[in-house]
Every structure is written in C-alpha cells, then in structure tokens.
C-alpha cells in the first residue's frame, strides 16, 4: 500500500485465517524487509478526537454519526487488508527464496497486480478521509452523507481486494507448502553433510593408525572440502534448491569414503589371503601340467590323430601360463605393499584368469583320454543315450497330432541320419572316436533346442 493512516478507535483485527503465515524465523527476517510504506503517513488529527466542539442537533448530527462509524468501519477494513497483504509478502518472499519455477513466477506477477489494485483502494479510501473533516462544528448534513457514502464505498472496495487477496493467498497453499518443505529439509541436510564429513574422517585417521595410508580415500575426501566451504557460506549465498543438493551430494560422498575407510583393513586382509592361495593353486598347476605329455602320450599310442592333435600345445601353454601368472603375482604383491588396491586387485583377477585357463587345459587332456576309454570299450552306451533323446523328442512333437509339424519333424529327421553317419565312422581300424563323441553330443544340442522349441509354443497357447 502507498500509505497508512494511524491506529483506528477500534482495536486491532486478527489476522485473516486464510493466508498462509510463513516459518516464525523466516517471517521476522522478512517483515523487517517487507515493511510497507504504508505506515509512513498517521491519519488525520480527526481520528484522535478531543477539543470542543458546538453540537447542534437534529439531522446533521445523525448524519455526522453515520459518517463517523463509516469512517470507523473503513479503518478497519484498510488495517485487516494491509496486515493480510504484508503476511502474504512474507509468504511470496519464502517460495521465490525456494522456487524458480514457472508457477512460482507466476505467483509473483500475479501479488504485483494485487498490489497495484491494493494502492488504487489504499488511495481511493485515504482520499476519502482526507476530503471531509467529521469534527468541524459547521458540518453539513448533506456534506456529511456524502462522507458516509464515500467512505462506505472505500470500505467495500477495500472488502472486495481482501476477498481477491484471500483467495489468491489460498492457491499459494502448494507452492507454499514445498518451499517450507524444502526450508525445512535444508539445516538437517547441511548437518547430516558435514557429520558425514567428521565421520569419514575419524574413519580415515583409524584407517592409518592401524599403518595402512589410505591415499585415495585422503583425497577424495580432500576434494569435498571446497563443497563444505560452500555449504557454510549458506543458502542465501547459494540459494537453497542447489545447497540441498549439494548437502546431499556430499553426504553420499563422505559416507562412501567412511564404508570404504571402515572396509579397508578386512580388504587387506582379503588380498594377502588371494595372494598366498592363488601362489599355491600356480604351484599346483606347475605339478598338474606336467602330467600332461604322459596322457598325450598314451593318447597318441591307442587313438587315431584326431583325436589328440587339438591337446599338443597343452604341455606348453600351461607353463606358460603359470610363469605369467607368477609373474603377476609379484607385480600384485609390490602393489599391495604400495597399498595400490585398485591395481592390486586387478592383477590378481588377470592371475585368477590366467590359472583357470590353465587348469581348464590340463583337465582337458585327462578328460579326453577318460572320454575316449570308455566310448572305445562300449560305443553302444553313447548310441542309445542319443538315441533316447531322439525319440522322446519325437513322442513330444506328435503328442496330441496326427502329423508333425514340419518345424519339428524336420530337424529331428535329420538328428536320425546324423546319428546314423556318426555310428558309421566307428567301422575301420582306426575308429575317429572323438568325432563320434562330438557328434553325438551335436545331435543331442539339435534335439534339445526343438524341445524347448516346441514347449515354448505350447506354453504360449490358451490352457
């Protein structure tokens, strides 16, 4: 409002129930700031009364009266508008401190235009005031009413912008309730940050009295100190969307540097023991891979060519292996040393690697001679397991048919003659019987996609 005369005769009205009153803290720091101009100016020296004055009676009087209590009645109207107005202030200045948004914007445009209606009745209701003295013993009962009317009519405008206020203020209840939602999240926030901070740091220097450095972790918790000194700086530096984020963020950053801080003796403790039981399993290897060339050998003297050439490189390989994991191990054991637990662990996944290919080699060789052993003193076994899966495969195909599907019928008609062609190169004196036992497994694969295939049809239909 443009002005504000002074104190009514009638007491103070309470504060209009419908307008959104903003967190105590906030509001007293806001009202210094919002204070309008309205109580610059005091009202005229008529609303104090005193002095003497002619009564005369008769009409004027009554009217004077009339007059009196309009005038009465419009103070106090433009006193519950200008104090709605000023808590609303405080309710604008709390979500702009909080929200950018569209409808925040829009919020703020939309209490400008309220204010420039409340000056225009401010104005109108002052001007009123102003214009007529109701204590000048000559007053006229004519120039009387039309005080009253003027009067009256300020007080109705004056309503008529309070209602408009009142339900512009009642809108604001969303906006109003996330801004104080987020003011009400910030102080918990910036405290859980720097806690957060304390602790990864007391992790860290419990980290290193047990001689283990902690280099990384010291830095990474070094790089939240500039973050910190923002956060101290406050919202108001800042705005408080982007302090919220930034307490979270460095709430979740200090607490993976504390879990990490806390874990690091066990993980220690984890890599020595991968260290001395990955050297064992090499040292086994060592002995396993030269097991090899006998099983090669006896592979070569009872089976044809192919059924061993494809293991010649095992012997050699798996040396090999085991001397690049050895060597592996030691750079990982300088690593640990240098407390490097990145490039500790990874050299020791690369040696976990390379000691299973190994192992998987060298099982290979004795895997094939067992293999080979048992389909040589009985093929029959491997022809009726595979003839099995065939024909159960193909009970399932014709379940609840009279005729195949094609897509069925087709792959499992030539399993039948694939098994047929492996059974045939048993016959010789040389027998290849690892492409047998390949074979056999192949056409066992074959059938069992076209199980599934057909399951998977059925399944997908109407029960």
């Known amino acids: 409002m443009t002005a504000t005369p002074a104190q009514p005769h009638s007491p103070a009205q309470p504060h209009s129930p419908s307008v959104p009153r903003a967190p105590h803290a906030l509001r007293d720091t806001l009202t210094l700031l919002a204070l309008p101009l309205v109580a610059a100016l005091a009202l005229p020296a008529a609303f104090a009364g005193g002095g003497t004055r002619r009564w005369f009676g008769g009409r004027a009087e009554s009217q004077r009266a009339e007059a009196q209590a309009a005038k009465d009645a419009a103070a106090a109207a433009f006193y519950e508008l200008d104090t709605a107005q000023r808590d609303l ?16 914007r829009r919020a703020v445009s939309d209490f400008e235009a309220l204010g420039r209606r409340i000056d225009e009745a401010s104005s109108q209701y002052i001007n009123a005031v102003d214009a007529h003295d109701l204590d000048r013993d000559d007053l006229e009962a004519s120039v009387a009413a039309r005080a009253r009317t003027e009067l009256t009519a300020a007080k109705d405008e004056l309503g008529r912008v309070k209602q408009d206020l009142d339900r512009f203020a009642d809108g604001l ?32 220097d419990a980290v290193r009295q047990s001689g283990l450095t902690a280099d990384d972790l010291a830095a990474r918790l070094a790089a939240l100190g500039p973050e910190l000194t923002k956060l101290n700086q406050g919202a108001g530096a800042h705005g408080v969307p982007q302090t919220l984020e930034r307490a979270e963020r460095v709430a ?21 023991h991968r260290l001395v039981s990955l050297r064992t399993r090499a040292q086994a290897l060592t002995t396993r891979a030269g097991q ?43 690593a640990r040393d240098a407390q490097r637990w990145p490039d500790a662990t990874a050299l020791l996944s690369t040696v976990r690697a390379l000691l299973n290919s190994t192992d998987e080699s060298v099982s290979a060789a004795g ?36 005729t195949p599907d094609p897509r069925h019928a087709r792959p499992l008609d030539e399993s039948v003659a694939r098994l047929e062609r492996a059974i045939g190169t048993l016959e010789g004196r040389h027998p290849d019987y690892w ?29």
């Open 89 to 104: 202030r405080i309710s604008i200045e709390t979500i702009t401190a909080v929200d950018d948004s569209p409808a925040a």
């Open 173 to 204: 209840g969303p906006l109003l309730g996330k801004a104080e939602t987020q003011l009400a999240r910030l102080a918990p926030a910036v405290e859980r940050a720097r806690q957060g901070l304390l602790a990864a740091s007391n992790a860290l």
């Open 252 to 272: 979740r950053a200090a607490e993976a540097v504390r879990v990490e801080a806390e874990r690091l003796p066990e993980k220690a403790a984890e890599i020595d």
């Open 292 to 334: 090899v060339e006998p099983v090669l050998s006896e592979l070569r003297r009872r089976f044809a060519a192919a059924c061993w050439q494809d293991l010649q490189q095992v012997p050699d390989q798996a040396v090999e292996n085991v001397r690049q994991a050895e060597l592996k191990l030691t750079e990982a054991r300088a």
């Open 367 to 402: 895997d094939r001679l067992r293999r080979l052993n048992a389909v040589q003193k009985d093929p029959q076994q491997e022809i009726d397991r595979t003839r099995f899966a065939i024909r159960d495969a193909q009970r399932l195909a014709m379940s609840g048919r009279n």
């Open 435 to 463: 492409h047998f036992l390949t074979e056999t497994e192949a056409v066992r694969q074959s059938v069992a996609r076209v199980v599934g295939q057909i399951r998977d049809e059925r399944g997908a239909g109407p029960h």
